[in-house]
């Protein structure tokens, strides 16, 4: 089945600074990649996602890449906010609709 | 509009008694997906329906856990003869799944302690 591997587990910014979170996945079948953002005792939110025949799709300061190739896909967050603190995960899933694998989840920290 | 629900949002059970968890999807939404996610971790898989039809049941640790969604809106996640392993939060979500919509929207979950 299919395997999703996320680096790093924490990160830790100055605000204003970049993050990049980075997923592997291991069924080449997957086409479906979203992104959580959670907050200690908050659900799953989705923040951005990203389908199999496209390469890279952009929201305002997140977007995210898909190399389909190497099966890995990243999450960019740009001049990041303490607002932007929370754990991020990722996901794929092999069919539209279906089920989804998740990463272990990156705890992101946006220091002020 | 109204997001996905779930009751109760915390349950805390003695080893052995039965349990069950309730989710409410967002109106007109086809799907609905049971999730587990134990604390430090990221959300696993438990079962899938589309509408009243459970497709995939795969994730489902044991024969203990039962779901139901009998007139394809509201499900219903039994646990019988809780252990402490099944400590964990229950994620529902839910997704129109129609019209090339396949966002999978997730519930605040419901925070069961195995005592």
């Known amino acids: 089945g299919e395997n999703v591997e996320q680096h790093p587990s924490t990160l830790s910014v100055q605000e204003g600074d970049s993050a990049v979170i980075k997923c592997t996945y291991s069924?080449?079948?997957?086409?479906?990649f979203p992104w959580y953002k959670q907050e200690l005792g908050k659900r799953p939110q989705l923040i951005i996602d990203?389908?199999?025949?496209?390469g890279e799709k952009k929201d305002q300061r997140i977007a995210v890449t898909l190399n389909k190739t190497a099966k890995h896909f990243s999450l960019h967050i740009t001049e990041t906010q303490p607002e932007d603190s929370a754990v991020y995960f990722c996901?794929?899933?092999?069919?539209?609709?279906?089920?989804?694998?998740f990463g272990a989840g990156t705890i992101l920290r946006v220091k002020s | 509009g109204a997001g996905v629900s779930q009751s109760p949002r915390y349950k805390v059970a003695k080893r052995g008694q039965d349990v069950a968890l309730r989710c409410d999807p967002i109106?007109?939404?086809?799907?609905l997906f049971w999730y587990q996610q134990a604390l430090g971790q990221g959300p696993e898989f438990l079962t899938y329906?589309?509408?009243?039809?459970?497709?995939?049941k795969s994730g489902l640790p044991s024969d203990r856990f039962f779901a139901e969604r009998p007139e394809g809106s509201v499900s219903t996640l039994k646990i019988q003869r809780t252990q402490q392993e099944d400590s964990a939060v229950y994620l529902c979500?839910?997704?129109?799944?129609?019209?090339?919509?396949?966002?999978?929207?997730f519930g605040p979950g419901t925070r069961l302690t195995v005592t």
């Open positions: 329906f589309q509408n009243e039809a459970q497709l995939d």
């Open positions: 979500a839910s997704s129109r799944n129609q019209g090339g919509l396949y966002e999978q929207y």
């Open positions: 109106s007109g939404h086809v799907s």
């Open positions: 069924d080449s079948a997957s086409n479906y």
């Open positions: 990203i389908r199999s025949n496209v």
């Open positions: 996901a794929a899933s092999w069919s539209y609709g279906n089920k989804l694998v």
